[in-house]
């Protein structure tokens, strides 16, 4: 398994942007496709976007196309979330999330990944 540390989080204006990134630890970081999660309070943890092992496959939640990007850098063991116009409702813990596979099918099932980071928090005001 790979460890994850994610960064980036903060506190941001409403219509701002902020960049998540996710720093993986080992050498197998390419084979593993990589998902970003939220937990509002109150709220059931949810998927964002995730990204293929070659980073060629998207997937995104209807409430973040058009505003999130995810994507990564094999060789520097990172996968990014850029995220832009954010609104009060994208206040939340990101999990960052990992799942070995070499598909390009994409899954945004949570169950489906096996290793996580300790979240960082992004709050956005309005």
């Known amino acids: 398994q790979v460890q994850l540390v994610e960064s980036g989080g903060g506190l941001v204006q409403a219509g701002g942007s902020l960049r998540l990134s996710c720093a993986a630890s080992g050498r197998t970081f390419s084979m593993y496709a990589m998902g970003w999660f939220r937990q509002a309070p109150g709220k059931e943890r949810e998927i964002v976007a995730a990204?293929?092992?070659?980073?060629?496959?998207?997937y995104y939640a209807d409430s973040v196309k058009g505003r999130f990007t995810i994507s990564r850098d094999n060789a520097k063991n990172t996968v990014y979330l850029q995220m832009n116009s954010l609104k009060p409702e994208d206040t939340a813990i990101y999990y960052c999330?990992?799942?070995?596979?070499?598909?390009?099918?994409?899954?945004?099932?949570?169950?489906?990944?096996?290793?996580w980071g300790q979240g960082t928090q992004v709050t956005v005001s309005s």
């Open positions: 990204i293929s092992w070659s980073g060629y496959s998207t």
């Open positions: 999330a990992a799942r070995m596979s070499l598909s390009e099918r994409i899954s945004y099932t949570e169950a489906d990944f096996g290793s």
